[in-house]
Nanobody, 120 residues
Framework: QAQLTESGGGLVQTGDSLGLTCTADTDYWYTMGWFRQAPGKERERIAAINRSGGLVYYRDSVKGRFTISRDSAKTTVALQMNSLKPEDTAVYFC???????????????WGQGTLVAVSS
């Protein structure tokens, strides 16, 4: 069964930066990305990148602050988060699939989730 392994996350203050990484056990996935879910809210897609890196998606609320990247082996996706705000607090999930830009219902495999908490 395909797996995604996440690392990163933690507790930071407003304005700090934090990086997340996610490694797949295969280079099969066309699209890899990140979703997040805050307490009491629905899971939302925040960034995605296709295999070549030529297609990139960002949710409006993170544009200009977050950067997604994918390594040359196509197995690892990273999310660099700058200028973090309290409203960025959520559990962040790595995701992978075969479509673009990776809707939640079409995700083929999810990571285990990692908590990002931003204090004011």
């Amino acid at each position: 069964q395909a797996q995604l392994t996440e690392s990163g996350g933690g507790l930071v203050q407003t304005g700090d930066s934090l990086g997340l990484t996610c490694t797949a056990d295969t280079d099969y996935w066309y699209t890899m990305g990140w979703f997040r879910q805050a307490p009491g809210k629905e899971r939302e897609r925040i960034a995605a990148i296709n295999r070549s890196g030529g297609l990139v998606y960002y949710r409006d609320s993170v544009k200009g602050r977050f950067t997604i990247s994918r390594d040359s082996a196509k197995t690892t996706v990273a999310l660099q988060m700058n200028s973090l705000k309290p409203e960025d607090t959520a559990v962040y999930f790595c995701a992978a699939g075969t479509d673009w830009p990776l809707m939640s219902y079409s995700v083929a495999v999810w990571g285990q989730g990692t908590l990002v908490a931003v204090s004011s």
